[in-house]
C-alpha cells in the first residue's frame, strides 16, 4: 500500500500523524485488518448551545466485526444501557451521559470517547459543545493582487471540518 503525502497526513517536524486514528486506520488496512469506521459525518458528536440535550447516535460501519467496549478519555469504560447503547448500526449515547460532560465546561471540545471493536483501529470520537460561528463582515471582495481571501471566522467552539 502506499499514500502519497503532501503534508496533510504526517507532520514531518514531529514524526506523527496527523489525525493519529486516521494512522492506525490506515496500518490495519495495510496489515489486511478490517477497521470499523464511523459513517461520514459521524466523527465529531455537536451539542449546540441552547437547544435540548438528546441522545446523539455516532453510526458505524462495522463490516464484519463487532463492537468491545465504548470509553471515555481517560480510558475508563461507559455503562451500556446507562450511558451508551449500541445497535448494528452505530452506538448512542445518552442525552444524561452527554450532559454530564458539559458542567462549567467553555465551548470547544468537552470530551472524547473510543470506540473499541474486536479488530483494527479504535476510533477517537470528539464531543463538541458550539454556538453558531460568526462572521464579522456580510462581504468580502477577491483581492485582485492575490488569491487568498482571508474571512475572519468566530468559531464558538466548532471546527473547521474540511478547508481546502
Wanted: charged share 15%; no cysteine; aromatic share 10%.
Amino acid at each position: 500500500m502506499f499514500l502519497w503525502d503532501t503534508g496533510s497526513f504526517v507532520d514531518r517536524a514531529a514524526g506523527a500523524w496527523v489525525d493519529p486514528t486516521f494512522g492506525q486506520v490506515f496500518k490495519y488496512a495495510h496489515m489486511n485488518v478490517t477497521n470499523t469506521l464511523a459513517e461520514p459525518g459521524d466523527a465529531t458528536v455537536w451539542i449546540h448551545q441552547g437547544d435540548l440535550i438528546v441522545d446523539k447516535t455516532i453510526g458505524l460501519r462495522f463490516s464484519g466485526n463487532t463492537l468491545a467496549g465504548v470509553y471515555n478519555g481517560a480510558g475508563q469504560a461507559l455503562s451500556s444501557g446507562t450511558q451508551y447503547t449500541a445497535s448494528s448500526t452505530g452506538v448512542t449515547l445518552k442525552a444524561s451521559y452527554l450532559s454530564s460532560l458539559l458542567s462549567g465546561k467553555p465551548l470547544g471540545s468537552i470530551g472524547t470517547i473510543v470506540i473499541k471493536s474486536n479488530q483494527g483501529a479504535d476510533l477517537n470520537i470528539d464531543i463538541r459543545y458550539y454556538k453558531t460561528p460568526t462572521v464579522t463582515t456580510a462581504s468580502y471582495q477577491s483581492p485582485s493582487t492575490d488569491y487568498d481571501l482571508s474571512i475572519p471566522v468566530t468559531l464558538n467552539g466548532a471546527k473547521l471540518a474540511t478547508a481546502k
